[in-house]
């Protein structure tokens, strides 16, 4: 609704790795014709800040937003240094953290954001976006002839976790595992993904004899 309106404010964005967290950023920024600024917080310091906080004013009449990844890395000098610059409106501050921002973002930068708790995605979405990717060809795997089946895409998805960047990875090196057949063709199975990932997909039966395997 906020992008539809071409609308952003200042908010903290929390949720697991891989739930988009900084591409739902930048599509509110690019829907409400704003400035885009972006800094990570575990490389960046207070002299990364005023430089944003200086060029956001260089453009008063453009709203600037300033995108923080890992807020919850600053601490509370750093996260202090916002507050003016938001309340004066210099910047639109979107914060993104895996961390609950309760306990890891000083009230007062809290009072003035809100806070959208994004959840992990669930198997459809992460189904959906292994799709977009099958069929994107500029920056995609849209340009490999590559069929991933039933078994592939299950896989894929349970070793996602709901994080979509995870997906991604594992798609990609699945793609580059498989060999091409006589006419080219990479086919993905669950045994390419599991070998390309160098991780096993839990077997699980709450009547036989893996259900005891995992309880105990």
Same mark, same amino acid.
């Given at each position: 609704?906020?992008?539809?309106?071409?609308?952003?404010?200042?908010?903290?964005? !929390?949720?697991?790795?891989?739930?988009? /967290?900084?591409?739902? #950023? /930048?599509?509110?920024?690019?829907?409400?014709? *704003?400035? !885009?600024?972006?800094?990570?917080?575990?490389?960046?310091?207070?002299?990364?800040?005023?430089?944003?906080?200086?060029?956001?004013?260089?453009?008063? =009449?453009?709203?600037?937003?300033?995108?923080?990844?890992?807020?919850?890395?600053?601490?509370? *000098?750093?996260?202090? #240094?916002?507050?003016?610059?938001?309340? /004066?409106?210099?910047?639109?501050?979107?914060?993104?953290?895996?961390?609950?921002?309760?306990?890891?973002?000083?009230?007062?930068?809290?009072?003035?954001?809100?806070?959208?708790?994004?959840?992990?995605?669930?198997?459809?979405?992460?189904?959906?976006?292994?799709?977009? #990717?099958?069929?994107?060809?500029?920056?995609?795997?849209?340009?490999?002839d590559l069929k991933l089946d039933d078994s592939g895409i299950e896989s894929i998805v349970k070793l996602s976790n709901g994080d979509a960047r995870n #997906?991604?990875?594992?798609?990609?090196?699945?793609?580059?595992?498989?060999?091409?057949?006589?006419?080219?063709?990479?086919?993905? =199975?669950?045994?390419?993904?599991?070998?390309?990932?160098?991780?096993?997909?839990?077997?699980?039966?709450?009547?036989?004899?893996?259900?005891?395997?995992?309880?105990?």
């Amino acid at each position: 609704e906020l992008a539809d309106a071409g609308i952003v404010h200042s908010m903290i964005l !929390w949720g697991p790795p891989g739930t988009g /967290k900084t591409t739902l #950023a /930048k599509l509110l920024a690019d829907a409400s014709g *704003a400035r !885009w600024l972006s800094m990570s917080a575990v490389l960046a310091g207070v002299k990364d800040v005023r430089h944003a906080i200086q060029e956001a004013e260089l453009h008063p =009449d453009q709203q600037t937003v300033l995108f923080v990844d890992e807020v919850h890395r600053f601490n509370k *000098a750093q996260q202090d #240094a916002f507050l003016p610059h938001v309340e /004066k409106g210099t910047i639109t501050l979107i914060g993104a953290t895996t961390e609950n921002p309760s306990f890891e973002v000083v009230s007062p930068l809290l009072s003035r954001a809100t806070v959208y708790d994004l959840k992990p995605l669930t198997p459809g979405e992460i189904r959906q976006i292994i799709g977009m #990717a099958l069929r994107d060809s500029a920056s995609g795997l849209g340009n490999l002839d590559l069929k991933l089946d039933d078994s592939g895409i299950e896989s894929i998805v349970k070793l996602s976790n709901g994080d979509a960047r995870n #997906a991604l990875n594992t798609l990609e090196l699945s793609a580059h595992a498989a060999r091409p057949d006589a006419s080219g063709t990479r086919l993905v =199975d669950a045994e390419i993904v599991e070998s390309a990932a160098q991780r096993k997909i839990a077997r699980y039966d709450k009547d036989g004899d893996l259900h005891f395997d995992t309880i105990s």
